[in-house]
């Protein structure tokens, strides 16, 4: 998963950062709300873990302007020093999904990442090995895929990419996002790369309206891949 870590105080996010990482994830750090908020309006991400207490704009603030400006359903995991209840309940009504106490714990932490994935799309492990759409077929286990029954030559990023798309399907992806989830690379590598993979894939699956799909480009963001129907979109 990627996800976006608010953390002001440098050691704790250094720390809860190197746990993600070595449990699969990437992690990216940031010690202000407006600078996540910044690169929220441009990124991607599977899960936003906030801390309460940052300078400025804070994890509360961020909270409430991700339910108000990303439509994907993002899971948020609240993390803070407050006990109270009442505070507690101010996050959850705000649009949190889970609520941590610190000092956090690293085996709870990510079980309770690994909970709140199973319980959204972000997390394609949980997604079934066989992806049916009508003429298309994608065997995720067999890394194969059919249209109208006639196997499709894939190369490994091309057949990597398509899957990815089709389990976050409808949802818009940054090219970083999409870069790091199939090519494991930095979202500051040329992101043309992804725009040739998409532009490939579209054409093979024929994933287009007059097929039933639309695999959009959304400018200075990324890609979202949505079903259509035929009739209305010719």
Known sequence: MRIALL????DQADLVSAWLNAAGHSCHVYLLGKDLVREAQRETFDLFLLDWEVP???????????RANIAAPVPVLFVTARQREEDIV?????????????????????????????????????????????????????RQAKLDGEEVALTQKDF??????????????????ILEAVWAQSAEINTRTVDTHV????????????????????????????????AAAQ
């Open 56 to 66: 400025g704009m804070s994890g509360a603030e961020v909270l409430v302007w991700i």
């Open 90 to 142: 101010h996050a959850l009504s705000s649009g949190a999904d889970d609520y941590m106490v610190k000092p956090l714990g690293k085996l709870e932490l990510l079980a309770r990442i690994d909970a709140l994935a199973r319980r959204s799309r972000a997390n394609p492990n949980q997604a079934e090995d066989v992806l049916e759409y009508g003429r298309l077929s994608v065997d995720c286990r067999n």
């Open 199 to 230: 532009s490939r894939i579209r054409g093979k699956l024929k994933l287009t309206p007059e097929n039933g799909w639309r695999l959009s480009a959304i400018y200075q963001h990324g890609y979202r891949l949505e079903r259509v129907a035929a």
């Open 160 to 177: 990597e990419l398509a899957v990815f798309l089709l389990r976050n399907m409808g949802r818009l992806l940054s090219r970083g996002h």
């Open 7 to 10: 953390e002001d105080e440098q």
